[in-house]
């Protein structure tokens, strides 16, 4: 008994001057506490998240040091070994890290909004969102978002000091996560997913049913009666293609329909073959027909965000159905690459402006395509 007790101290005592125990100890703790906090919609401010994964990487690299030291020379080729092989793909995988860790990161900012005292996070890298919390202390802070505000294009931080940009638009939460105020037109007069509305907020009726071939018809035929020029594209005196709204509906999108003359504008058709005849779109989309089949649709994807959705769409049957254009990276250039405005033709090749984001720096590049649009090329 006696010995067993001994050999107990024996290994209390080594695991006391073990780095790597404290370490594993003080991970724990804070998750448990994360949790717990959690419970009561509170959560540490990003600064202390920050802060305790520093100190347990620098823990773990100390402590499998430490344990390295004192070990026999099996041990020791094992844990250089691993220690070897992952400062290897550290260096090979440097830049990916250092984007994971630039996209993660956001600026804080105490602010006093409304009388009130908030957190505020600062996400810039497309778009400029801020998303304000219930400030606590400064360790804590509530974990529900209280309000969210859009500026626009990305690339500053609009509290900083030194801007005065306003936002585009604004939503207030409550505890629930239901939107209590906003200045957003579409959210205030009620829009849904399955009603569609006019520039007036008016409602016209709602999305075709494509299991009721009925329903299908009427709503077609109450939809077609709102009707608001986006493009057109004169081909000849004859023959005018155009890109119509027809209504808005949720999340700031509307349906649009492609129609075309062959008779100078007497008489208009249909080009879109869906069963519903129209497409669902994000509000800003740009449009351009190359000429009577070849078109493009650069949808900027929901503001507010970083972008759900966007990209840039492809017909080449004059509107009778599109898909998605894509980017052929041949030279396997580091970086995300995305379209920007419509393509255009230049001296017969046809070319769009589209940039490269590569450690957070956002340069201009020209995309050009050889199959009507159907794939780009740097």
Do not use: C
């Not at 080594?14 to 959690?38: G, N």
């Not at 027909?289 to 507010?304: R, S, T, V």
């Not at 970086?335 to 046809?350: A, C, M, Q, R």
């Amino acid at each position: 008994m006696k010995e067993e007790i001994k050999n107990m101290k024996n290994i209390w005592n080594k695991i006391k001057k073990s780095i790597l125990f404290y370490t594993i100890v003080v991970a724990v703790v804070f998750v448990i506490t994360h949790f717990l906090l959690k419970i009561f919609n509170v959560q540490f401010r990003q600064w202390v998240y920050y802060s305790i994964l520093v100190l347990v990487l620098i823990g773990i690299i100390t402590g499998i040091i430490q344990i390295v030291r004192k070990k026999n020379k099996k041990i020791k080729i094992i844990f250089l070994t691993i220690g070897l092989i992952t400062s290897i793909l550290i260096i090979i995988f440097w830049k990916v890290i250092l984007l994971i860790i630039v996209f993660s990161y956001s600026p804080e900012h105490v602010v006093i909004k409304d009388d009130k005292k908030y957190l505020a996070y600062v996400n810039s890298f497309l778009k400029v969102d801020v998303y304000y919390y219930d400030y606590i202390n400064f360790f804590l802070i509530g974990n529900k978002l209280r309000l969210h505000e859009y500026y626009g294009s990305g690339g500053y931080d609009p509290l900083d000091g030194t801007h005065n940009n306003k936002p585009l638009q604004y939503y207030y939460y409550d505890e629930q996560g239901n939107i209590t105020d906003t200045n957003d037109e579409y959210y205030n007069k009620g829009y849904s997913n399955s009603k569609v509305y006019d520039k007036e907020g008016n409602e016209i009726a709602n999305l075709p049913d494509t299991n009721n071939p009925i329903s299908t018809n009427n709503n077609l035929e109450e939809i077609s009666k709102y009707e608001e020029v986006l493009y057109e594209k004169k081909i000849n005196d004859k023959t005018i293609i155009r890109v119509v709204n027809n209504g808005y509906i949720l999340a700031q999108r509307l349906i649009v329909s492609v129609q075309k003359t062959i008779d100078g504008g007497n008489t208009w058709t249909e080009q879109i073959e869906d069963s519903d005849g129209f497409i669902q779109i994000h509000n800003n989309s740009q449009f351009v027909f190359i000429d009577e089949n070849i078109g493009f649709i650069n949808d900027p994807g929901l503001a507010g965000t970083s972008g759900e959705n966007r990209g840039l769409l492809v017909t080449t049957n004059g509107g009778k159905t599109f898909i998605d254009s894509n980017i052929v990276n041949e030279n396997n250039i580091d970086g995300d690459i995305f379209f920007e405005g419509v393509p255009y033709l230049d001296n017969k090749t046809l070319k769009v402006k589209g940039y490269l984001i590569k450690n957070s720096q956002k340069t201009e590049i020209i995309l050009y395509s050889t199959d009507n649009g159907l794939t780009w090329k740097l």
